[in-house]
């Protein structure tokens, strides 16, 4: 495990810990733990210089530059909530325009989504866009048109995956639906396929399925290698990012295969 990687987990559960032993409530402990997982996020502003040099003690200006990761992090200067029945972004767009921002981050849905990216176009903010799987969807596409080019989203599946059985899925539902597939659609056809595998395997008999399926390791999807499921359930699988290209199609920009991060019981213990 990377050494930056080690001190920030061990930094969250000793300052989580402590907040649990001070009798703090739990939403309290939670933001410790991930101030202290992330503590030291300047350290990539610093990190070419530091691993960079040669070996051997820092002179003195060498410390007071290193220093400065303290105050290099990320900061959130704005966050903004909006309601399901609001359509239109502008004065949230030109509120962050004024905050100077480096990036967005927006947990929405495809109608939002398109909103926020046309937005950012016409009021000429050079920015980075970031959404989540609700974005994930053609009528993003459709109805951001031009405006999308450039969105990133984290989502599961992969549109440039060579898994032929993936690029036979997209053919296919193209084909079928006239549509470029989304990642629901997709995420519902693996979740059958986990199902006619259990068929096969052991039957229809209810406590030999959930046995089965809960000792599933390594299972082809179309959204990529189901690594296995943790205790509580929820599929362990890399998280694709991808973005949208001037064809105002999505396309593989990088993945996040961290077991650290992707798997859920081994992130509860780092931030709780």
Same mark, same amino acid.
């Given at each position: 495990?990377?050494?930056?990687?080690?001190?920030?987990?061990?930094?969250?559960?000793?300052?989580?810990?402590?907040?649990?032993?001070?009798?703090?409530?739990?939403?309290?402990?939670?933001?410790?733990?991930?101030?202290?997982?992330?503590?030291?996020?300047?350290?990539?502003?610093?990190?070419?210089?530091i691993y960079g040099r040669r070996?051997?003690?820092?002179?003195?200006?060498?410390?007071?530059?290193?220093?400065?990761?303290?105050?290099?992090?990320?900061?959130?200067?704005?966050?903004?909530?909006?309601?399901?029945?609001?359509?239109?972004?502008?004065?949230?767009?030109?509120?962050?325009?004024?905050?100077?921002?480096?990036?967005?981050?927006?947990?929405? !849905? &495809?109608?939002? /989504?398109?909103?926020?990216?046309?937005? %950012?176009?016409? +009021?000429?903010?050079?920015?980075? $866009? *970031?959404?989540?799987?609700?974005?994930?969807?053609?009528?993003?596409?459709?109805?951001?048109?031009?405006?999308?080019?450039?969105?990133?989203?984290?989502?599961?599946?992969?549109?440039?995956?060579?898994?032929?059985?993936?690029?036979?899925?997209?053919?296919?539902?193209?084909?079928?639906?006239?549509?470029?597939?989304?990642?629901?659609?997709?995420?519902?056809?693996?979740?059958?396929?986990?199902?006619?595998?259990?068929?096969?395997?052991?039957?229809?008999?209810?406590?030999?399925?959930?046995?089965?399926?809960?000792?599933?390791?390594?299972?082809?999807?179309?959204?990529?290698?189901?690594? !296995? &499921?943790?205790? /509580?359930?929820?599929?362990?699988?890399? %998280?694709?990012? +991808?973005?949208?290209?001037?064809? $105002? *199609?999505?396309?593989?920009?990088?993945?996040?295969?961290?077991?650290?991060?992707?798997?859920?019981?081994?992130?509860?213990?780092?931030?709780?």
């Amino acid at each position: 495990m990377n050494d930056a990687v080690r001190h920030g987990m061990c930094v969250s559960v000793l300052a989580s810990e402590l907040a649990r032993e001070l009798g703090c409530d739990e939403e309290f402990i939670h933001k410790v733990a991930v101030a202290g997982m992330l503590h030291d996020v300047g350290k990539l502003q610093v990190s070419p210089y530091i691993y960079g040099r040669r070996q051997g003690a820092m002179k003195i200006e060498e410390m007071r530059y290193v220093r400065l990761h303290a105050k290099l992090g990320a900061e959130i200067v704005s966050e903004d909530y909006i309601a399901i029945s609001d359509n239109d972004m502008t004065s949230v767009i030109t509120k962050i325009k004024d905050e100077k921002v480096d990036l967005i981050y927006m947990p929405n !849905y &495809y109608a939002h /989504a398109s909103e926020v990216c046309r937005q %950012v176009a016409l +009021q000429g903010l050079d920015v980075k $866009i *970031l959404g989540c799987e609700g974005a994930d969807s053609w009528q993003l596409l459709e109805t951001a048109g031009e405006y999308a080019k450039g969105l990133y989203i984290t989502t599961n599946m992969n549109r440039d995956d060579a898994n032929e059985g993936t690029q036979a899925y997209i053919k296919n539902y193209q084909a079928e639906y006239k549509m470029e597939p989304d990642m629901v659609g997709a995420s519902v056809y693996d979740a059958f396929q986990v199902l006619f595998a259990a068929f096969e395997n052991v039957g229809t008999d209810p406590a030999a399925m959930r046995d089965y399926i809960a000792g599933l390791k390594d299972f082809d999807t179309v959204t990529g290698t189901l690594m !296995y &499921y943790t205790s /509580a359930g929820s599929a362990v699988k890399p %998280v694709q990012i +991808q973005q949208v290209g001037d064809d $105002i *199609l999505f396309h593989s920009y990088g993945i996040i295969d961290d077991i650290n991060i992707i798997d859920g019981d081994k992130v509860e213990k780092v931030t709780y």
